[in-house]
């Protein structure tokens, strides 16, 4: 899969949600999770493998701050990601950002809708054409068919609450069976 983006960092998004998942096409430069965010869900932790590519392994871990620490396995790749929980009404979303420190990129956020099932978790970015649009309202720039939101935590945040619960804000569902 060759991706052509701004950020190098949605090369490891991709790799997150397997091959057969685009990447984000919609991230923040600033976290969308602030400090009040410290919801957790047990159910999240543990080992899981993408049900697209049998090869692709995730492990959720708790981490110091309340928040995720996440690490994907593809073959001898390892990429490792932060994360933090948050809700609106009864969604449940993950602000996703690489973890490695990379002075030749810019930070960026992803932000994922999640349904913990079991043994199962779904999750799609937030990312349809439909939230794009309705992103006008925010500070943003658009590039190779990614749009980058460069407004402050509490506008992108209160944009999340009007519209990430929507049906028609997410993108193509990926889904993850529990290893262990």
Same mark, same amino acid.
């Given at each position: 899969?060759?991706?052509?983006?701004? =950020? &190098?960092?949605? &090369?490891?998004? %991709?790799?997150?949600?397997?091959? +057969?998942?685009?990447? @984000?096409?919609?991230?923040?430069?600033?976290?969308?999770?602030?400090?009040? +965010?410290? /919801?957790?869900?047990?159910?999240?932790?543990?080992?899981? #493998?993408? $049900?697209?590519?049998?090869?692709?392994?995730?492990?959720?871990? $708790?981490?110091?701050?309340?928040?995720? $620490?996440? %690490? *994907?396995?593809?073959?001898?790749? *390892?990429?490792?990601?932060? /994360?933090?929980?948050?809700?609106? !009404? +009864?969604?449940?979303?993950?602000?996703?950002?690489?973890?490695?420190?990379?002075?030749?990129?810019? @930070?960026?956020?992803?932000? /994922?809708? =999640?349904? *913990?099932?079991? @043994?199962?978790?779904?999750? %799609?970015?937030?990312?349809?054409?439909?939230?794009?649009? !309705?992103? %006008?309202?925010?500070?943003?720039?658009?590039?190779?068919? !990614?749009?980058?939101?460069?407004?402050?935590? +509490?506008?992108?945040?209160?944009?999340?609450? &009007?519209?990430?619960?929507?049906?028609? &804000?997410?993108? $193509? *569902?990926?889904?993850?069976?529990?290893? #262990?």
């Amino acid at each position: 899969m060759k991706l052509t983006a701004m =950020l &190098a960092a949605l &090369a490891a998004f %991709a790799i997150l949600t397997g091959c +057969d998942t685009p990447a @984000p096409g919609l991230l923040s430069l600033e976290p969308v999770a602030t400090a009040n +965010d410290t /919801a957790t869900d047990s159910a999240l932790l543990g080992i899981w #493998q993408s $049900q697209g590519d049998k090869d692709l392994i995730a492990i959720i871990r $708790q981490a110091d701050d309340g928040g995720y $620490q996440i %690490a *994907v396995l593809s073959g001898p790749s *390892v990429m490792g990601f932060t /994360a933090k929980l948050f809700r609106v !009404k +009864d969604a449940e979303f993950l602000d996703l950002a690489p973890s490695d420190d990379n002075d030749f990129r810019l @930070p960026g956020h992803a932000i /994922a809708r =999640l349904w *913990v099932d079991g @043994p199962a978790f779904h999750w %799609a970015f937030l990312d349809s054409d439909w939230l794009k649009q !309705k992103a %006008a309202v925010l500070a943003t720039h658009s590039g190779d068919g !990614k749009m980058q939101v460069f407004s402050p935590t +509490d506008a992108v945040r209160a944009f999340i609450d &009007a519209n990430g619960g929507s049906d028609k &804000a997410y993108g $193509q *569902v990926a889904i993850w069976q529990r290893a #262990q």
